[in-house]
């Protein structure tokens, strides 16, 4: 008889140890789920345990107002104040003390000197605009010829950033057309599949290489291609004449070295 109530004993235990539904590991997922939104993707674990343990045992309350339990409200404000006096808020990230420190910006990105290039050319075509009104103004009522000294506007200098330098792996391609109009037939149709274009930029840039995007073409059919810069993560267009092709000069097409 007791061997038999033993038996019984341990049986009771063994059922009293097993999970016959699974209805505290949903709500478990439901709570993480609820924690962890899509805004808080990046939180920590033991973030995430921590909160998950206040949600599951802390006692449910709408709000803490002065007609609060006393004791309650105490314990609230000296977690609290714990809180504020010892964490570092980073709201831009659930990781307070981690991740890659940011590096330290020298001088212009490049791709501020693309935005302000950009500027430079909106605001010069506003002058040619304006001036080209005033043109048709004073257009017929005698006023002096411009004076053609025959003087051309200074273009930018790249005396500073010398010849292209072909990176290791790649090849510095020939001329694609033998003349400037069989370029311009042939632009339109370049195959850009694994090439690149490096083009010359002012000091302190130089050299830059960037990977065909695509390309418009407006009601007069010119056609204005698009690449992609991926240091400065911008498209940029280029009129790509033919009599500036060659390391000495301002673009070059490149293209991976098979033998290498």
Known sequence: MIQVERKLGILAAIF??????????????????SIMSALRNCMNIVTL????RIASNCPKFDHIG???DPVLLEICNEAFEHWEG????????????QGRKKKEK???????????????????GRLLDSSSDE??????????????????SAGPDYTEVGDFECPQGWRVLDEPAENAADWDALKVSYMWKNKRL?????????WDTSSFNHQDTDANENVTQFFLYSRARQKWS???????????????????DKGS
Not at 136 to 152: L, R
């Open 16 to 33: 009293m140890c097993l999970c016959l539904s699974t209805v505290c590991c949903e709500k478990g997922f439901s709570l993480m789920a």
């Open 49 to 52: 345990d921590c909160l998950m």
């Open 66 to 68: 002065t007609d609060s």
């Open 86 to 97: 010892t964490m570092n808020r980073f709201p831009g990230r659930a990781h307070g003390h």
């Open 106 to 124: 020298t001088g212009e990105s490049l791709s501020g000197y693309y935005q302000s290039l950009s500027k430079q050319g909106k605001e010069a």
């Open 135 to 152: 043109d048709n103004e004073t257009e017929g009522a005698g006023d002096e010829p411009p004076d053609d000294s025959g003087e051309e």
């Open 198 to 206: 490096a083009h010359i930029w002012e000091p302190p840039h130089g």
């Open 238 to 256: 280029h009129s790509l004449k033919l009599e500036a092709y060659g390391v000495d000069g301002e673009w070059v097409i490149i293209e991976k």
